[in-house]
């Protein structure tokens, strides 16, 4: 089996820098980044990237904005947001010949979109760690939760699961924490349908992951909703014939009420769509709740409301893009 | 006739004005807004936009105030109904009261302190634009009936319609006025539900978010159905009117929303969220809506 010894990291933003700048100091490993901006790629070669907070490491690496200036690669990690993949496989149409392609987006289907530009092998993954970005040449290491990976389901023989362990232990010989399955989607779609409810109902209600989301005392309180939303999530799976690893309903109570990852504090985390919504940026939603209503439309699994919330959440996206149709 | 106007916001307002122009309707008004009061006593109350008058009427703030009243009508937001009918209940002793307030629930909460009860839907609408002084910025129809449940008689309706009519607020007197609410209750549901959700104008609501709207008002549509209420008109259409006259206009409860401010959604989908429970005609999506502007208001408090 091919080992890996150069590896392009796609997307350096929090993520992204958080992998480069773990795998890039392994012995036997050549780093390089594609970058979006020339600026970035500079600062890059110049000053090569440094990690703080949970590691503290530095690494040099080859970056550039054109792919054909990083050489062939064995491995390419992905790590664009899922609203930027579409951009960057435009990019990488017709290069790496020889690569893998290791996802980590939110939610599900951005396969689907690597696969329209070539014909790579593609690793499916999930991540749960976080990073600050402070600058282009520096990201802070904040959460060093693990990183899951395994086949996509659609081509569940590319490229192989023992690549795929190779994968997941060059990971964590980095430093990072990543688990391999030979059969990702419990664990997918049991985070899928978590993120989908207090997400979409986070970025319609301006509401954090707050204690509310798990509150079903009074006939008025928010959980009602949640925890429907959530019951449709896991009938759209095992219609799929997916069995979830954990329910979506425990999920969110234990967050709310241990306080998730934080704990301690008082809990009330941003999700990443309401940050978006906050930020007037597009989110995430096609890829999160409109997967599972597209899942449910497959199956005939009747899904009102995801679909309710997906249009919901691309309605208050129009509400400020509306005002700028030169946007479009 | 003596007719007392609850709450003097914006509606309460074009119907106090109106009917001041009458010789022989003496109006009161009560409100709690002591500045808006002031003003309306000493320079008298003004509209402005589609109708241009400054009509004479008697204003306050204390309900002790207030003489006995012959017929009453309700133009407070449904979040006020019983602290405000617990202070007028006296003026009404052996009058009807008519609610043109948004929303189901308020005629129940109003029979619990008066005699007699009349159902109303109204359609114009304006804004205050200071003390004293109300925008009329369309021109709507109003429709009332007695109240099932504690109704004033057929006549009180009539009457109170005709003296409406004569000031210039055209209104009609039905025998049902259900029919006529709960086409304007599932018209709301969908307008101002979508809308303080989405934070969408409610032509570019029906643009972006049809869909949902129509499964909202779906709901409601199949509860006024098993009530054994003929709708007035299909909302769906209404729904459609609402874009070609009013592409622009942002539905009271987005307004409530984007001014942080309590809204009426108890009385629009969480109302018919819970009629349609009682019935046994579950509406998901409008009990789902419910919670989530109860959540916008909860994250005010954040």
Redesign the interface.
């Known amino acids: 089996m091919k080992e890996i010894k150069r590896v392009c990291v796609v997307g350096a933003g929090a993520i992204g820098s958080l992998l480069v700048g773990h795998i890039g100091v392994l012995p036997g490993i050549t780093m390089t980044v594609l970058t979006r901006r020339e600026s970035h790629a500079k600062d890059l070669n110049e000053q090569g990237l440094k990690v703080s907070g949970k590691s503290n490491l530095h690494t040099n690496v080859i970056a550039s904005t054109k792919p054909e200036d990083l050489g062939d690669v064995d491995l390419v990690i992905l790590a664009t947001k899922t609203t930027a993949v579409d951009a960057s496989m435009q990019r990488l149409e017709g290069h790496f010949p020889n690569t893998t392609i290791m996802m980590i987006q939110n939610g599900l289907g951005c396969e689907n979109v690597v696969r329209r530009y070539g014909s790579w092998p593609i690793i499916a993954g999930l991540t749960f760690m976080s990073g600050v970005r402070q600058s282009d040449v520096h990201v802070e290491y904040e959460l060093d939760t693990p990183t899951w990976i395994g086949p996509w389901d659609k081509e569940a023989h590319s490229p192989g699961y023992s690549f795929i362990k190779q994968v997941e232990a060059l990971i964590n010989k980095s430093g990072l924490i990543s688990k391999a399955y030979e059969d990702l989607r419990p664990v997918q779609w049991s985070k899928l349908i978590f993120n989908s409810a207090v997400n979409a109902i986070g970025a319609v209600t301006d509401l954090p992951h707050v204690p509310c989301f798990a509150d079903t005392n009074e006939l008025t309180d928010l959980g009602h909703l949640v925890k429907n939303m959530m019951a449709e999530g896991v009938a759209i799976a095992k219609a799929q014939g997916i069995e979830l690893s954990s329910d979506p309903w425990e999920m969110n109570c234990k967050a709310v009420t241990q306080g998730g990852s934080h704990g301690g504090e008082e809990y009330a985390h941003i999700t990443s769509m309401l940050n978006d919504v906050r930020h007037k940026s597009y989110t995430e939603v096609d890829w999160i709740t409109g997967s599972i209503v597209r899942a449910a439309l497959e199956v005939g699994v009747p899904a009102p409301y995801h679909e309710t919330l997906y249009r919901l959440v691309k309605g208050v996206e129009k509400s400020w893009s509306q005002k700028q149709p030169a946007d479009h | 006739m003596k007719v007392c106007i609850i709450g003097c916001g914006a509606i309460g307002s074009l119907f106090a004005a109106h009917l001041g122009k009458l010789d022989d309707v003496e109006v009161w008004a009560y409100d709690p807004y002591q500045a808006h009061v002031d003003a309306i006593n000493e320079n008298g109350l003004r509209l402005t936009g589609e109708t241009d008058l400054v009509s004479k009427i008697n204003a306050r703030s204390n309900a002790q105030d207030i003489p006995p009243c012959d017929f009453g009508i309700i133009a407070a937001k449904t979040l006020h109904t019983r602290s405000a009918m617990e202070a007028v209940a006296h003026i009404f002793k052996d009058g009807a009261v008519c609610s043109v307030q948004n929303g189901v629930g308020s005629e129940e909460i109003i029979a619990e302190y008066v005699p007699r009860v009349i159902q109303g839907t109204t359609f114009p609408a304006g804004h205050i634009t200071g003390p004293g002084v109300c925008n009329h910025d369309t021109i709507g129809v109003t429709t009332i009936g007695p109240f099932a449940a504690k109704p004033a008689s057929q006549e009180e309706s009539d009457r109170l319609a005709q003296a409406l009519t004569r000031s210039g607020m055209e209104t009609t007197s039905l025998a049902d006025p259900r029919g006529s609410m709960w086409t304007k209750v599932i018209f709301n549901c969908a307008s101002n539900g979508?809308g303080s959700?989405?934070?969408?104008p409610h032509g570019?609501?029906c643009d972006?978010?049809r869909?949902?709207m129509s499964?909202v008002a779906q709901e409601g549509i199949a509860v006024a159905e098993a009530l054994g209420i003929t709708l007035e008109k299909n909302p769906e259409d209404m729904i459609d009117y609402g874009r070609e006259v009013a592409y622009r206009h942002k539905p009271s409860m987005l307004q409530d929303v984007e001014a942080q401010r309590p809204t009426e959604v108890?009385s629009l989908n969480?109302g018919l969220a819970d009629i349609g429970d009682e019935i046994g005609i579950p509406c998901?999506?409008n009990?789902?809506i419910?919670?989530?502007i109860?959540?916008?208001e909860?994250?005010w408090t954040?």
Do not use: C, E, F, Y
């Open positions: 979508v959700l989405t934070r969408l570019i609501a972006q978010v869909s949902v499964a108890d969480g998901p999506l009990r789902a419910a919670l989530m109860k959540g916008i909860h994250s954040l």
